[in-house]
């Protein structure tokens, strides 16, 4: 026999006025007898509720049921539970990022969504993306959605070819003569004083990973939501204020009311906002301050995505000819095809690589060309696109081809190389001693007083080091080349070097007065393997991804690292495998 649930009451949670409702109400997701005397199927409530705060959720289900019926209508499938969190956080008016992998149907959503507010709601959209091949993509798709073509302004070569054809493309921006404008994220960075500021009802950044490598692009992104230098500015010393603040450990009453009156006044520029921004998830580890911009600003943090739904196979062979295998490999798997090296190597490598190919019976062209040459890649005339294993490359970030790509060759593993040149080139000591200081500490190599110096060295130099030279001023300079000697004694030592280089995953070699430390490249690799696994009507296309490798250590940083991502992520020797099935 069941037992019987004693009835309660709970004071002022009734959601419609704020009155008392029973439990028994709240249980069936209904409002308080006040506001609905008689009982109705939930589903129903909203035909019966005129006034009150829950006519917000009415508004809510009903912009949202009316968004599900407008995608189907194009797209031939229902939302995905996935994207259907997104639409209400949207009518919400909520700005926020896409968690989610490559593949899920980001771009789609952020295309649909946009026809959906030029048509019902008559507001602005403004797109970006990292290159002009998405930017193009994202104009063809538009268009296949039914977007009129006079509706869209997309700023690329292939639309504004000539110098008059450019001057026009760029006063019609000015006089914000479109309805959605598609454009790069350079394009913003280098024309910001002619692009309208607080008339979108929607700021989409295809790929935040392009707005986030230059800071002052965060700035330029806010300024689309109406937000003045100002207000950024006052922002961002509210940010280094609260820094400070909580470094001390023990803020006074003193500190915490200017902390609070401080707050109040940047949630005053908080309400400034108009429209709602939406960034597809980071690759990469944001350094600048200027991040927590959105935040303070806007509510949300940018951070990873979850690898979840991913759908690859991950394969490997160790071949003694890496290039020459590579050959083998493709023949076998046919078109649709991508060839990655890694981003160690050189531009003119990936031309020989490319050249080569051709030569052996592939027809493949470099990501440079891609473009130009989509429609042969789609047809199968080009069986593959090389470029390289980088989340800053085109071909790894910039093509969306769910229908055509089937596989990725990397021609050896993505590798990052850092040296350690003894002038002036603190980005690569940045990088290269946030390779090696952790595995210093995890080996117990140094004192841990010359640890604990080393990593203050690195929070320095996430500051400092991405600043030109001619901005720095001669004290940071001069801390940073400091900082390289110091890094060049440690490596030195005897016991240190011969540690590093005896390291499973580490490869550290001296060259004349510079050191190169190689390691694996993991965001290169998830970045440009998540291009042959795609979301469509009957789940996540399956893809493969094969790795030629030709660095153990590498190879073995790699397997490590790619566990951050997802514990799911497993190589199996190609043997295993049964490449007919995928």
Same mark, same amino acid.
């Given at each position: 026999m069941p037992k019987e649930i004693v009835p309660l009451i709970y004071k002022k949670m009734c959601p419609n006025c704020g009155g008392d409702i029973t439990s028994e109400r709240l249980a069936k997701g209904l409002v308080c007898e006040q506001c609905l005397p008689d009982e109705v199927p939930r589903e129903e409530i909203c035909d019966f509720i005129g006034y009150g705060k829950f006519v917000d959720i009415c508004n809510l289900w009903e912009k949202v049921k009316d968004f599900k019926k407008f995608f189907k209508k194009i797209i031939k499938n229902d939302l995905w539970s996935i994207q259907e969190t997104w639409a209400i956080r949207f009518f919400l008016n909520i700005s926020y990022a896409l968690l989610a992998p490559t593949g899920i149907g980001k771009t789609t959503f952020g295309l649909v969504l946009? #026809?959906?507010?030029?048509?019902?709601?008559?507001?602005?959209?403004?797109?970006? $993306?990292?290159?002009?091949?998405?930017?193009?993509?994202? =104009?063809?798709?538009?268009?296949?959605?039914?977007?009129?073509?006079?509706?869209i302004l997309a700023y690329t070569s292939k639309f504004a070819k000539s110098k008059k054809k450019q001057e026009e493309y760029k006063e019609r921006i000015k006089n914000g003569d479109f309805k959605i404008l598609l454009t790069t994220t350079m394009f913003l960075y280098k024309n910001i004083d002619i692009i309208p500021k607080g008339v979108y009802g929607l700021v989409f950044v295809d790929d935040v990973d392009?707005?986030?490598?230059? %800071?002052?692009?965060?700035?330029?992104?806010?300024?689309?939501?109406?937000?003045?230098?100002?207000?950024?500015? =006052?922002?961002?010393?509210?940010?280094?204020?609260?820094?400070?603040?909580?470094?001390?450990?023990?803020?006074?009453?003193?500190?915490?009311?200017?902390?609070? *009156?401080w707050q109040a006044k940047i949630q005053k520029i908080a309400e400034k #906002?108009?429209?709602?921004?939406?960034?597809?998830? @980071?690759?990469?580890?944001? *350094?600048?301050? #200027?991040?927590?911009?959105?935040? !303070?600003?806007?509510?949300?943090?940018?951070g990873r995505p979850s690898l979840t739904l991913r759908n690859i196979e991950d394969v490997y062979e160790k071949p003694e000819k890496v290039w020459e295998k590579s050959v083998e490999v493709l023949k076998?798997?046919?078109?649709?095809?991508?060839?990655?090296?890694?981003?160690?190597?050189? #531009?003119?490598?990936?031309?020989?690589?490319?050249?080569?190919?051709?030569?052996?019976?592939?027809?493949?062209v470099s990501y440079e060309e891609l473009m130009d040459r989509l429609d042969e890649y789609r047809e199968?005339?080009?069986?593959? @696109?090389?470029? $390289? @294993?980088? =989340? *800053?490359?085109?071909?790894?970030?910039?093509?969306?081809?769910?229908?055509?790509?089937?596989? @990725?060759?990397?021609?050896g593993v993505p590798k990052l190389q850092f040296n350690i040149r003894f002038e002036e080139e603190f980005v690569h000591l940045y990088y290269f001693m946030l390779s090696l200081v952790p595995f210093l500490a995890r080996k117990k190599l140094l004192d841990p007083l010359e640890i604990k110096q080393l990593y203050e060295y690195i929070n320095?130099?996430?500051?400092? %080091?991405?600043?030109?030279?001619?901005?720095?001023?001669?004290?940071?300079? !001069? !801390?940073?080349?400091?900082?390289?000697? =110091?890094v060049k004694s440690i490596i030195e030592r005897k016991e240190v070097f011969e540690a590093v280089q005896n390291s499973p995953e580490i490869t550290l070699r001296k060259e004349g007065d510079t050191f190169i430390l190689t390691t694996a490249d993991v965001t290169g690799y998830i970045q440009a393997s998540g291009r042959t696994s795609r979301l469509y009507a009957g789940g996540l296309t399956k893809g493969l991804a094969y790795v030629l490798v030709d660095d153990e250590k590498a190879f073995y940083s790699l397997q490590k690292k790619v566990r951050w991502f997802s514990e799911d992520i497993i190589f199996k020797p190609v043997e295993e495998v049964n490449l007919e099935e995928i």
């Open positions: 946009s #026809r959906y507010l030029v048509e019902k709601e008559n507001k602005k959209v403004y797109l970006l $993306f990292p290159t002009q091949m998405l930017v193009n993509q994202a =104009y063809e798709k538009l268009v296949s959605f039914g977007v009129s073509e006079e509706d392009s707005i986030l490598k230059t %800071a002052k692009n965060i700035d330029k992104v806010l300024m689309l939501l109406g937000f003045s230098q100002e207000d950024i500015d =006052y922002t961002l010393k509210f940010i280094t204020f609260k820094q400070n603040l909580f470094k001390k450990g023990q803020p006074s009453e003193e500190d915490l009311e200017l902390y609070q *009156r #906002r108009k429209g709602v921004l939406i960034v597809s998830s @980071a690759t990469s580890n944001p *350094r600048s301050k #200027r991040v927590n911009l959105f935040r !303070e600003l806007l509510g949300f943090e940018v076998r798997l046919g078109k649709g095809g991508l060839a990655f090296l890694s981003s160690s190597e050189t #531009r003119e490598t990936l031309h020989q690589y490319v050249k080569f190919l051709n030569e052996n019976g592939i027809s493949a199968g005339k080009i069986q593959v @696109a090389v470029g $390289f @294993a980088s =989340y *800053r490359n085109p071909l790894a970030r910039g093509i969306d081809l769910p229908d055509v790509i089937r596989y @990725a060759v990397f021609v320095f130099l996430k500051i400092y %080091a991405f600043i030109p030279i001619d901005k720095l001023d001669k004290e940071k300079l !001069e !801390e940073m080349k400091h900082i390289q000697e =110091y």
